[in-house]
């Protein structure tokens, strides 16, 4: 893939991806009515880089066109989505499913089946509508969902591996794991702590 | 209108000025082939103050109430497209006119027709789809386009007016206006140099 | 305290803030070592609003001037800065007392002594140099700083105890305060697992 | 030069740009006395790029070595200032020179003595001290500063030679040059007009 092959293949995607944050943001301030706080905490994205396109396509064992990019690959714009509380995951991706102009092509619910890891997030592939100069393209745009507890195991999970060997990041697996539980107890906890008080 | 009033009354007003920005940045990139530069040269909006809606309705000789905020006043959510041509201007604007999702329903040429005052603008009124909850509500939007030399003219004139007497402005307003006929012709000219380039 | 005098008053302080989060920004950048991760997961920064200025002054028994601001609000500036581990807290406060150009006036360490409300972050007060036209003032800012962790605890007691009463709050309390202990109790877990890899 | 090796050079020189932006920002609010417009229109910036520092080192004759980048390049990290009116610009300019944090270390003033191609900009190199761990470096940072027109100018300048052949600028040189002097007509006449309502 050149760099300009690479440059024409994202932009569409680019613009699915501020198309769907736009519409996250709308939904963020109309989920709930006023009396409660919004669902969602903050919203981060990426593209894809040119070496991880190359990269994941590599290790699938197809070749590093733009084609197969388009065919293989479901995460090349990527919107991650932290929220306060679980049940503001389900609510939002309810709402979702209830508009007419998204479709909902994939999901992998992570919080109710984590990962051997202990991962946990809800992540679904969306097709997303682009008005392009004379037609209309539906691209798709992988989103996360987590809590910021989550988010918080996440990333120092990721940190932690961070250029480590297998045999080193295997000493701390547990100990990831047993944290990743923690987590767990501590979302469904808070959880209950918000329901109690709405139940007031 | 209280201050609560006022943040539920603007709230779709935002969603539709960020849906737009979205519209307009995909534009951008695909308005034209990959040979040529961009049409526009940024982006600035804003969202119509409580204390400017009210004079505006007062001046209107409206009461300040929510409703007549909708009905009467079309400016509510602003955006300044600032093009580096003027033929990306109307370019940009027969482009929103073949999305269907997008309605014109009002359009002043003060380019074609300059202002007294020397001011030159394209003024476009869109109504604009914005996904609540439940339904899908059209939003008015005005979208302000001009090139980067008729933007510095409008801010300079702006500077030199704010906070000035009617009888001080008087004494430079022809000044002004021959400065606004200056920027006239240097857009023109420019324009030309371009065409005399793309024709090579 | 007019809007006019507000605005006034709050220049310097955003210009000292501006220039604190530069120099976090450069220490996230440099303080460690280029094998591992920088210390600084993400900054977020506030001016206090006119109405929490008039407030506050109000509770201390003070009259809302403009002196009266200067001379006994610290937080008038506020940055709130999330780490990823309990350790790269200490190592950026250690840091910033190491930098000529700032004085650290005040520091409260509720991470080795949390509130009662299980409440843990680390306070400081800064003095920060800003250059105006002809001559240099030193304003306050108020840092705080904590883990993920603690700040998603923080986020989610601030969300619960959102528009609620005393006796509402009360019956969650204890509740709450568990979650805090969870909370110290994972990040010290952390901490350990981010050791142990260190001195493989 | 590597990648690895671009990364960390440029690492203190963006961090003296958002050191240099930020005292930007603080003259502008304090330059002038409340009654008057502040002098800085906007303020884009840009590091440059690894191809276009090892571009410019071979159109020098020094291999692309970091040490060469440090010695020869001035303009790794560059600002561009866009300024309201001509004397905003010489006033900021020497409020930079009264900074004893700062040093001017060039200066050339391409608004008195505009480039044959009509290219009109002040642009200064400056040294700019950076706190890092344990030291303080002192970084250079280009400065350019114009009017909005001498910006429209230099844009439509860079637009019309995009991609284009001696040949095909050699056509159309004269009109851009006449252009240039249109502008600087502009410039001066908006002054003129600022200066008359100044004095009334």
Not at 32 to 53: D, E, G, Q
Not at 165 to 182: F, M, N, S, Y
């Amino acid at each position: 893939m050149t760099n300009e092959q690479y440059h024409d293949l994202i932009q569409p995607y680019e613009s699915a991806g501020q198309m769907m944050r736009t519409r996250l943001d709308t939904l963020n301030k109309n989920l709930y009515c006023k009396t409660t706080v919004s669902p969602i905490h903050n919203i981060l994205y990426r593209t894809k880089s040119k070496r991880s396109i190359e990269k994941k396509l590599e290790k699938m064992g197809h070749s590093d066109s733009v084609q197969n990019a388009k065919d293989y690959l479901k995460d090349i714009e990527g919107i991650r989505v932290i929220c306060y509380f679980i049940d503001d995951i389900y609510n939002l991706v309810n709402a979702l499913r209830r508009q007419s102009e998204l479709i909902v092509i994939k999901e992998k619910d992570y919080i109710k089946n984590p990962k051997k890891s202990g991962y946990q997030s809800l992540h679904l592939i969306l097709e997303v509508p682009v008005t392009l100069q004379e037609e209309t393209q539906w691209m798709k745009v992988e989103l996360q969902l987590r809590t910021a507890a989550m988010d918080y195991w996440a990333n120092l999970d990721h940190e932690l591996r961070y250029k480590k060997t297998e045999k080193e990041i295997g000493e701390v697996d547990e100990a990831l794991r047993q944290c990743a539980d923690v987590i767990r107890t501590l979302d469904l906890r808070m959880l209950e702590i918000r329901k109690k008080i709405a139940s007031m």
